[in-house]
């Protein structure tokens, strides 16, 4: 499919089917950890980038089958870029609810939300995860590379306003880069700005994948956790980690999942795999994790040749290697 990917394991959503509103990048921001690469212009309009009606037909396609929409737990709307940008998202929000009862999620970097469009389309959602990198206009700035028509102050504003109006769960998203929104003032900022939000939980992140520009550095595991710490202790609100304790793991083995791949073709398997691959880096051990391949080893056998044929990269980032 062109525009549905997964079900991918997500450790915040549970198992995710992805739906990608475009085919190529289109945001208003430029974030240096961005693991969907660099963008060439900032877009701040919204438009029609791609046909709702073609999105719309592979959710059809999807929920036709029984036995794949049980392997779903939620359907999460994100895009290569900002999918607040497309003017069919609210129409392609409601179609999910009309024909499936799971909970529809939507990733968004939260620079839309002063729009009473934007807020009205989301609302319907069961579930909103925005972003808010820093609350310092320089932090702001060197993080997220904002286009000129994207104001910080605005963008607080926004996010402020829909937590008081949005009715489903709000899980706010802060991504830290390692010396460039990390420091004493900016963790300062971001908890004086979010004070007045209604959040329902935060996730705290950090450069986990492969990122646009390699100076873009994670936080060191205990920084993070003792962040974590604080935010909680401050604001009140339960705050997650990208990590979780080793005796979590099993629970990210759904055998839904390992149940579905053994009715696909090894060639189906394949694309799928080369279409999560289109909208975000992972390794051997997430890929493994979503399709149960057999292993790791497996899953690199499988790949080489896509490798050797420049079809895919191999890219080692923080000791781990990286398939995109």
Known sequence: MKYIFGPVNSRRLGRSLGIDLFAYKICNLNCIYCEVGTAST?????????????????????????????????????????PTLHSGLGQIIRHLKRVTDKPVAVLTNGTTLMHSDVRQELAVADIVIPSLDAALAESFLKVDRPGADVDLEKVIEGLTFFSHTFRGKLWLEILLVQDFNDSSRDIEALISAVRCMRLDRIQLNTVVRPPAEHFARPLERE???????????????????????????????????????????????????LQMLKRRPCTAVDIDRTFQLGGPDKVEQLLEPFVNSGVLQRQNHENTCYYQ
Not at 62 to 81: E, M
């Open 223 to 273: 920084r993070l956790v003792e962040l974590a710490d604080y935010l909680h202790e401050n604001l009140g609100v339960p705050v997650d980690l990208p990590f979780a304790p080793a005796e979590e793991a099993p629970r990210m083995q759904p055998p839904a999942i390992l149940e579905t791949n053994r009715a696909l073709s090894l060639d189906e398997v394949l694309e799928e795999i």
């Open 42 to 82: 900032s877009v701040g309009q919204r438009a029609y980038y791609t046909s709702p009606q073609a999105i719309i037909e592979e959710i059809d396609v999807f929920c036709a089958d029984p036995g794949r929409l049980d392997t779903v737990d939620v359907f999460t709307v994100t895009a290569k870029g900002e």
